[in-house]
């Protein structure tokens, strides 16, 4: 069975712990062996958190540098932070919506300026596709949905062996149904940047 | 229906680690449980709460502390009901009183006690190693790696309990705990109806006066006789591969090693041991597997526990086997491993060569800013820490104070711009070190604690500062509940989920005032000018004061209000 290791990063409340469950189940739901590792408590407060999701019959939980074969990011600079742990071949998939930090809200450190480093990481791997989050989950319904935005980017690429169904069936097993047709609609819109 | 009970036997689920345990301990037929929330473990006390008021044959309570939790779980298990408690590796020094001499004393039904580590202090204040509890109090151990692993060893884990008549310590670590991955599950016990336990007396066994632990501590030692014998046949304890290069592993380690020697197809070259019975060490199959290789890594997190156990195996068999891991500097002692730690020492220890990636040039990648966790924006303690800080400042001690800490989330007032923790020990440390610095120093002393925190570790001191007439304020941040964790009950709640609505409260002001500390007040830290005036006199005092800054967790609001 074809392996992959997916590292998915973002920041405190951006729900990537959804983003790794639903993609968990609908693994499950395919009869594909996954395993992934989370980090709760008090790093969850606004800090960078991380998955480890790792699918075709891997034991270990985490990624180390230079193993991910995807890298997901639902904040740039995550990503950008993250990259030593992908290859020169690595599959980025990110959100350019940034999410400032407060310190530097209050002056105390500096956000990059992202234009020309979206520039930097087309020029150096082979596959980056970069989608506005924040504003295709709006359009969607709402904002909280940007985590399916990425999941729908995810599955656009191809590289997961899912079909759509199984992404969305796993979706009405972790979503409550009033919130169910916004994240469709969310998934749709990320599905639509990678596929197409 | 809560999740972890709805699934059918056969059933393939993902889960959590922690729910694992939880699903493994309603099959094994779990009748009490008991628990101070602590992550990596918290999970399990969340579950377990939840499901009880679906499963009328199921007590489970969150105790004030892991040492109450402990001493519950072990009288239920005394009367003959299948018991369990849980907690984060530092809640099990909390609790250490209470497992050393229950060794002696043993259970009649099965009990397990799970302890989880956390390598790399994700969220702890240290990284200390709890398996050699296991080997300080004589109780057998076992170490999960994966959640269908901490399932299985669960249920074995009752069973074991129960034929020994001694608690169980399942250990796990934050990436067992908090690793995801697919369980096949069984049948869940029956809980139609509630179930009671029947105490037999026996002081002989029970009362460990000196004459009775003297006797009891040789039964210990027999049972670990036969336990090591259990340990060397365990199925929990395994092999794959063959060579002269051998490798002993043990929890989210062995992961590692299986997934770099499935890589890089090693099977033929490396023999590899995996131990999920850890204590008593399976003697027989270490000096087997020791005897079989000429160089051995030992690939385990934190400290060289079952590397010690190998040396001295070898030692005492007279086994010349080259043994590698820590000692000889193959493997760090801090912190959580991760691939490419376990590759670098097994090409170190065995001189394989794996192919190197080619490196990716990231100089481009700017410093980016750090995210530290944060306060909640809105949450009550930053304006607590405001009022403290501007009251101080307004009397002209703020540069003389020092500010002692404890644990939850108001530690984070170590951050600019609040910069209010200067010292900290653990839980209940806030109240009993300024004891000590009130004798030690001229510092005017403000010490910050959590109402949870307070009823966990913080009464006994408090006692200890009335009556030696220790000199400092004490701030009980009271947000009513135990957020860190995931908002677990506190006994002085007012705002409450409805499943606690019968329960009594305990008024923190109360209890502080008949502590006997004379200067107390409560303020709603939102109103800062009021909350001010208040604190002010108490401030300036040389004398014992407690400030109760009351509101509620802004999280916590929001829970509370949706259900």
């Known amino acids: ?196 | 229906m809560h999740p972890l009970i709805k699934s059918k036997p056969k059933e393939k689920v993902l889960l959590l680690g922690n729910e694992a345990i939880v699903r493994g301990a309603l099959e094994a037929g779990l009748r009490v449980g008991a628990a101070y929330p602590g992550t990596p473990s918290s999970e399990i006390g969340n579950n377990l709460f939840r499901i009880q008021y679906e499963l009328p044959g199921l007590y489970f309570e969150f105790s004030t502390n892991e040492k109450v939790a402990t001493e519950v779980a072990a009288a239920a298990a005394a009367a003959g009901l299948r018991s369990l408690t849980c907690m984060k590796h530092v809640g099990l020094n909390v609790a250490a009183d209470a497992l050393m001499t229950l060794a002696y004393i043993g259970v009649r039904g099965g009990m397990v006690i799970v302890v989880a580590d956390d390598p790399s202090c994700h969220s702890s204040q240290n990284e200390q190693d709890s398996r050699y509890y296991a080997r300080l109090s004589g109780l057998p151990l076992l170490e999960p790696a994966t959640p269908q692993e901490a399932y299985e060893m669960t249920i074995y884990a009752f069973d074991l309990s129960e034929k020994l008549e001694l608690p169980v310590i399942l250990r796990t670590t934050t990436r067992v705990s908090h690793a995801r991955g697919i369980v096949q599950v069984g049948e869940l016990a029956s809980y139609d109806q509630e179930v009671k336990g029947e105490f037999k007396k026996d002081p002989r066994r029970w009362v460990p006066i000196p004459a009775v632990a003297r006797v009891r501590h040789q039964v210990l030692l027999e049972k670990m006789k036969d336990a090591t014998l259990i340990a060397d046949s365990s199925r929990l304890n395994y092999q794959y591969g063959k060579g002269k290069q051998g490798i002993i592993t043990s929890s989210v380690a062995a992961n590692y090693v299986y997934d770099i020697v499935e890589e890089f197809d090693l099977k033929d070259q490396v023999k590899v041991l995996v131990l999920g019975f850890t204590h008593p060490h399976p003697v027989n199959l270490l000096a087997d597997f020791l005897r079989s290789v000429e160089d051995v890594l030992v690939v385990e997190e934190l400290e060289p526990y079952l590397e010690e156990a190998a040396r001295v195996v070898a030692q005492e068999r007279g086994l010349s086997v080259n043994i590698m891991g820590k000692a000889t500097g193959h493997l760090p002692r801090t912190f959580e491993f991760e691939p490419k730690i376990v590759k670098k020492a097994m090409a170190d220890a065995f001189g394989i060569s794996f192919p190197e990636g080619e490196k990716i040039d990231v100089s481009w990648v700017p410093e980016l800013p750090p995210r530290p966790p944060t306060l909640c924006p809105g949450c009550p303690h930053r304006e607590t820490y405001m009022v403290i800080k501007e009251t101080l400042k307004e009397l002209g001690e703020l540069e003389n104070s020092i500010f002692p800490t404890d644990i939850g989330c108001y530690t984070l007032g170590i951050l600019p711009p609040i910069q209010m923790a200067d010292y900290l020990i653990c839980m209940g440390s806030s109240v009993g070190s300024p004891c000590g610095f009130s004798v030690a120093t001229n510092h005017r002393i403000v010490s910050f604690i959590g109402d949870s925190t307070f009823f966990h570790a913080g009464l006994s001191p408090l006692a200890n500062a009335v009556f030696n007439k220790h000199n400092f304020t004490l701030v009980i941040m009271d947000n009513e509940t135990t957020a860190m964790t995931g908002h677990q009950p506190v006994p002085s709640q007012e705002l409450r989920f409805k499943e606690l609505a019968d329960r009594p409260r305990i008024d923190i002001e109360a209890v502080v005032k008949a502590l006997g500390v004379k200067n107390v007040v409560t303020i709603n830290p939102y109103r800062k000018e009021e909350a001010k005036a208040l604190v002010k006199p108490l401030l300036g005092k040389k004398e014992l004061s407690v400030i109760i800054a009351k509101a509620p967790c802004i999280l916590y609001r929001q829970r509370v209000a949706k259900k």
Do not use: W
């Open chain 1, 1 to 196: 069975m074809q392996k992959l290791r997916i590292l998915t990063v973002g920041v405190g409340g951006q729900g990537i712990l959804l983003f790794s469950q639903v993609l968990g189940r609908a693994c499950l739901k395919a009869d594909i062996p996954v395993v992934m590792s989370e980090v709760h408590g008090m790093a969850q407060r606004g800090g960078v958190v991380e998955t480890n999701i790792l699918i075709g019959g891997y034991k270990s939980p985490l990624i180390s540098e230079g193993e991910a074969d995807v890298l997901v990011g639902l904040e740039p600079a995550e990503v950008l932070r993250a990259l030593p742990r992908g290859r020169k071949d690595t599959v980025i998939v990110s959100s350019t919506d940034p999410v400032i930090p407060q310190i530097v809200k209050d002056g105390l450190a500096k956000y990059p300026d992202l234009d020309p480093l979206f520039e930097k990481l087309k020029e150096s791997f082979p596959k980056v596709y970069l989608f506005p989050g924040e504003k295709l989950a709006k359009e969607a319904g709402t904002a909280k949905a940007l985590n399916m935005v990425a999941l729908g980017a995810l599955a656009g690429t191809g590289l997961v062996p899912l079909s759509k169904k199984a992404f969305l069936d796993a979706m009405k097993e972790s979503i409550k149904e009033k919130f169910l047709e916004a994240n469709f609609k969310a998934f749709e819109a990320g599905y639509q940047v990678t596929s197409s």
